[in-house]
């Protein structure tokens, strides 16, 4: 019985130690947010924030860049989830629903896509924007983000249409809806939950992508919050209680949606590597 | 929502039924029509950069004159594969991928057995460990820089307070502890994924087994390695595979976090490439490294299906 006991209080305590070595360095980010500057360099730092600073998220939104940045970030996310989801859908229906040619090797593709560095694309997508002329436009990197997060998007949406019995199509086909209606009409609505985790994914694929935007965007106005906030690292003009509330309010929405969508894009991400 | 059910979804086509050709849901070219859309954008954004990249990494071609290549064959690829200081980068890149893959799955296998396991707050345990994984790589390097950083970091002072202090603390600028401390951020952020994989794979574990095994007197870790191992084991090899490619592409945490130095402590192949890219301003060398890490990738993946389908075949355990 006492070793019994024993067993479940270390394990209580592991658990305890695995969640605040999880959420600390969240929790730091919050704190030094709202430290005071004798806190924040004082011998003995304070391990609480200090509520009473809490304009500090208020003064970054509303003085610096910030606000511009995350709504900048805002449309880049939201274009590369429409056009992603968008352009997935199909693909994805494609995949499960027909055979045809060059599926193989379309499939390979996708999965080989997925093990491509942003860093090493980065040079030919540059001569390509330059020649288009999407160099410095939200546009152009709502683009290459789409291009980048397709694949996973159409493997995760093709396994959920895989799920779903044929039967149901073939009824729609029988009273004569045509291919496009009934992907549509039936198996949009049953596959809502795999499309709002694949959105999710899109969304912050997007949200969080940095190599691009860094290379890509050269007018500070259109810049992003993931390339404000690297831009803080390493320097020292701004202080740094401003710098964690910035990056907080960006990560923030970030972890809120993943924990909301999680069970989704956890088995959405590894079925679509299974077949890697 | 376990990994399993996942990977056997897409084989439930109806059994029996004989196919039909041609498809009845409509001409052979309704595929393409739903298809081309994506297609083609996969096509202009990564198949023809991909080829332009492999052109450029058997010329020499300056970034500050991208237009003008000079073909010169292999000599790029002689050129890094005779030069030490690409060799420590490749030493480096291994070292790093490794370390990974096994502390990110060991951690995570240690994690997901002590969420597997019932008491009161689970769900919210469940989901506290994933944030790691959610938050942003951008914030993850700037809050772990700052906690790493040599005066007012967290983490200097804590090792200060327990006697083992760093001298002069600035860990992210020490050769000798950069590639830990890029490690630790690295791992930090990729637990929380191999915990939740294995969590769900723990899911199928039969129940009834692991009493069976216990009341024949089977110890814990031979019951673990009867059972539990065997059936999370398809589920170990596909995260290790997954994170071996994301660590071998992995480059805002690092670049972020140290730049590859000091002196190229930190240095992996998707850094050396972008250095090269954009600071020595070498796009063909760049290229090169880039493709010596494809290359790496795809053995990686190739090798990984071949013992699969060995493992499926139980010629191998």
Known sequence: ??????????????????????????????????????????????????????????????????????????????????LSVGLGIPLGYALSRFSFWGKAVLTVVLLFTQMLPEALMVVPLFALFRRFELLDSLTGL??????????????????????IPKELEEAARADGARPFTTLTRINVPLIAPSIAATAVIAFFHAWNEYVFAV??????????????????????????????????????PAVAFYLLVQKYVVSGMTAGAVKG | MTVVEQTGAPKTTTPGRPRRRPSPLGSKWTPYLFLAPAALFILVFQAVPLVQ???????????LNPTRSEWVGLDNFNRIFGDPEFHRTLLITVVYVITCVVVA???????????????????????????????????????????????????NRFLDAVGLGVPGGAILDSSRYALPAVLATTIWQLFPFTSVVLLSALQSVPQDLNEAATVDGAGRWATFRAVTWQVIKPTVGLL??????????????????????????????????????FDSKELG????????????SLIVIIGSRLVARAVEKGEVR
């Not at chain 1, 009473?52 to 940045?69: H, M, T």
């Not at chain 1, 709502?142 to 799920?163: E, Q």
């Not at chain 2, 997954?242 to 002196?263: A, C, D, N």
Request: charged residues 10%; without cysteine; hydrophobic residues 60%.
């Open chain 1, 1 to 82: 019985m006492r070793r019994f006991r024993f067993g479940v209080t270390a394990r209580i305590v592991a658990v305890l130690v695995v969640l605040g070595v999880a959420v600390f360095p969240l929790y730091w980010m919050f704190v030094t947010a709202l430290s005071s500057n004798s806190d924040l360099f004082a011998d003995q730092p304070r391990l609480t924030p200090d509520l009473g600073q809490f304009g500090v998220f208020v003064d970054a939104l509303a003085e610096g860049k910030a606000a511009g940045w995350l709504l900048n970030s805002l449309i880049i996310a939201v274009g590369t989830m429409v």
């Open chain 2, 105 to 155: 799955i060991g951690a995570g296998l240690a994690v997901a057995l002590l969420l597997n396991k019932k008491f009161r707050g689970r769900g919210v345990a469940r989901a506290l460990v994933t944030v790691p994984w959610a938050a942003p790589g951008i914030a993850v390097a700037l809050i772990a820089t700052w906690m790493l950083n040599a005066q007012y970091g967290i983490v």
């Open chain 1, 142 to 163: 709502v683009l290459v983000n789409s291009a980048f997060v397709l694949p996973i998007v159409a493997l995760i949406l093709k396994g959920a249409i895989d799920g």
């Open chain 2, 240 to 277: 290790a595979l997954l994170m071996t490619i994301w660590s071998l592409r992995r480059f805002e945490l690092i670049w972020l976090m140290t730049k590859g130095g000091p002196v190229g402590a930190t240095e992996t192949l998707v850094i050396d490439l972008y250095s090269q890219a």
């Open chain 1, 215 to 252: 290379t890509f965007i050269f007018n500070p106005d259109l810049q992003p919050a993931s390339v404000g906030i690297a831009n803080f690292i390493g320097e020292l003009g701004t202080p740094i209680q401003t710098v964690m509330a910035v990056a907080f309010l960006f990560t923030l």
């Open chain 2, 53 to 63: 990249e492999v052109y450029l990494s058997f010329t020499r071609t300056r970034l």
């Open chain 2, 285 to 296: 060398s760049a290229a090169a490294i880039g493709m010596v890490g494809v290359v790496i």
